[in-house]
T-cell receptor, first 110, second 115 residues
Framework: AQRVTQPEKLLSVFKGAPVELKCNYS??????LFWYVQYSRQRLQLLLR??SRESIKGFTADLNKGETSFHLKKPFAQEEDSAMYYC????????????FGKGNQVVVIP | GAVVSQHPSWVICKSGTSVKIECRSL??????MFWYRQFPKQSLMLMAT?????????EQGVEKDKFLINHASLTLSTLTVTSAHPEDSSFYIC???????????FGDGTRLSIL
């Protein structure tokens, strides 16, 4: 079974402060990890994908298989980062079925 | 590119009505689409995988006779909530990957309210 855990529900940070959203997963196969973001009144959209190893909008996330984690980080939060963030997992070789974490609401305080 | 469109965006109807929600891939073909359900302040729960030209694959606990899925073409999947009741009120979201090993693109979602 695929399971994704995002412990904090709401995270408030000041503009310019670092942001870290924790994501841990449980999966017996080879996982592919994602971070999706949902801005106010917009659809869910892909932020990061672990196999791409990219930095998007200043966010990075590294897959740590030993700790089964895929934490999302940004060194300096911006107001436009206020959004809902979901960590998600699928099989690396599978059929694209996604399991989502419960999500983190990030509020960046000006 | 890779836009997924859902229709309607909001529907309110009486208990006992059947409601159809459409999910379209506008600029790509999707042999597979996915339907999710999201309760307020909760995460997305995968309901079923819609397979073009064959039966949908339902997740454990999802009633296939309640949530009918049809994927008759490479750009359209429909979810019909049959004989809807207030407990079926929720936010329904579809997604589709634009290609093999591509991440899923999501629709805007459909807010279903059953009175």
């Amino acid at each position: 079974a695929q399971r994704v855990t995002q412990p904090e529900k709401l995270l408030s940070v000041f503009k310019g402060a670092p942001v870290e959203l924790k994501c841990n997963y449980s999966y017996s196969g080879s996982p592919e990890l994602f971070w999706y973001v949902q801005y106010s009144r917009q659809r869910l959209q892909l932020l990061l994908r672990h196999i791409s190893r990219e930095s998007i909008k200043g966010f990075t996330a590294d897959l740590n298989k030993g700790e089964t984690s895929f934490h999302l980080k940004k060194p300096f939060a911006q107001e436009e980062d206020s959004a809902m963030y979901y960590c998600a997992l699928s099989s690396l070789y599978g059929n694209n079925r996604l399991a989502f974490g419960k999500g983190n609401q990030v509020v960046v305080i000006p | 590119g890779a836009v997924v469109s859902q229709h309607p965006s909001w529907v309110i109807c009486k208990s006992g009505t059947s409601v159809k929600i459409e999910c379209r891939s506008l600029d790509f073909q999707a042999t597979t689409m996915f339907w999710y359900r999201q309760f307020p302040k909760q995460s997305l729960m995968l309901m079923a995988t819609s397979n073009e030209g064959s039966k949908a694959t339902y997740e454990q606990g999802v009633e296939k006779d309640k949530f009918l899925i049809n994927h008759a073409s490479l750009t359209l999947s429909t979810l019909t909530v049959t004989s809807a009741h207030p407990e079926d009120s929720s936010f329904y979201i579809c997604s589709a990957p634009p290609g093999n090993n591509q991440p899923q693109h999501f629709g805007d979602g459909t807010r279903l309210s059953i009175l």
